[in-house]
C-alpha cells in the first residue's frame, strides 16, 4: 500500500544544517509537504513543494524532491534551539493525504 | 500500529443541513485529537485542538458555532459541520494524539470529503 516513511530522531548542533529525510511510494502524488509540530501544538505548513518540481528554497528552509527516487529532503541551514521539533513528511493526491510517522529533531548545545 | 478510523470517508449533503464526522482510535487513547481541514491545491489548516472532556480549542478564524467538536472519549472525537454551505466542502481530516512520557507521537486519519450541494 501507500506509505510515507522517515526516520524517527535526528539531533544536531546549533549552528550546523539539518537535513530530513523522508520517502513515499505513490507516483501520482500532486504535492510534498512539510509540517511542524512542537509540544502541545498541531501541526502547522512549513513548506511544500509541487511534485513537477525538484527544489524549493525559502528563507533558512530548502526542500529537495528526486521524483526518480520518490525521495523528498528538508534543509534547515543555521539550525537554532526554536527549531527544536517533530517534522512530517506527507504526500497528497486527491482525496488522500499520508504522513510520515515525524522526525524527531534534537538540538544539541 | 496504531490506527484512526475516520467515517464517513465520504458524505454529500444539500447545503443547510448538518453533518457529523466521527473520528476514532481504535486500539488505543488519545488525550488529545486534532482536526484538519485541506484546501484544494493547498495543505491542511488546523482547525481545532480537542482535548477528552474538556472544550476544543479553536484557532483563529474557525467558527466554533459552525464546526462542533465534541471529545467524548479517548477513544472518539466527532466534528459536526452545522447548517453547511457549499464553501464548507473539503477533505477533513483528524489526528489522535498519544502522550508517553515526554513524547508524543501523532497518528492520522484517512479523511473524509465533505460535498455540500
Known amino acids: 500500500g501507500e506509505d510515507v516513511e522517515q526516520s524517527l530522531f535526528l539531533s544536531v548542533r546549533e549552528g550546523d544544517s539539518s537535513v530530513i529525510n523522508c520517502t513515499y511510494t505513490?507516483?501520482?502524488?500532486?504535492?510534498l509537504y512539510w509540517y511542524k509540530q512542537e509540544p502541545g501544538a498541531g501541526l502547522q505548513l512549513l513548506t511544500y513543494?509541487?511534485?513537477?518540481?525538484d527544489m524549493k528554497q525559502d528563507q533558512r528552509l530548502t526542500v529537495l524532491l528526486n521524483k526518480k527516487d520518490k525521495h523528498l529532503s528538508l534543509r534547515i541551514a543555521d539550525t537554532q534551539t526554536g527549531d527544536s521539533a517533530i517534522y512530517f513528511c506527507a504526500e497528497s493526491g486527491y482525496d488522500k493525504i499520508i504522513f510520515g510517522k515525524g522526525t524527531r529533531l534534537h538540538i544539541l548545545p | 500500529g496504531a490506527v484512526v478510523s475516520q467515517h464517513p470517508s465520504r458524505v454529500i449533503c444539500k447545503s443547510g443541513t448538518s453533518v457529523k464526522i466521527e473520528c476514532r482510535s481504535l486500539d488505543f487513547q488519545a488525550t488529545t485529537m486534532f482536526w484538519y481541514r485541506q484546501f484544494p491545491k493547498k495543505s491542511l489548516m488546523l482547525m481545532a485542538t480537542s482535548n477528552e472532556g474538556s472544550k476544543a480549542t479553536y484557532e483563529q478564524g474557525v467558527e466554533k458555532d459552525k464546526f462542533l467538536i465534541n471529545h467524548a472519549s479517548l477513544t472518539l472525537s466527532t466534528l459536526t459541520v452545522t447548517s453547511a454551505h457549499p464553501e464548507d466542502s473539503s477533505f477533513y481530516i483528524c489526528s489522535a494524539q498519544v502522550s508517553s512520557g515526554s513524547r508524543e507521537t501523532q497518528y492520522f486519519g484517512p479523511g473524509t470529503r465533505l460535498l455540500v450541494l
Open positions: 513543494i509541487f511534485s513537477n518540481m
Open positions: 505513490d507516483s501520482s502524488s500532486t504535492y
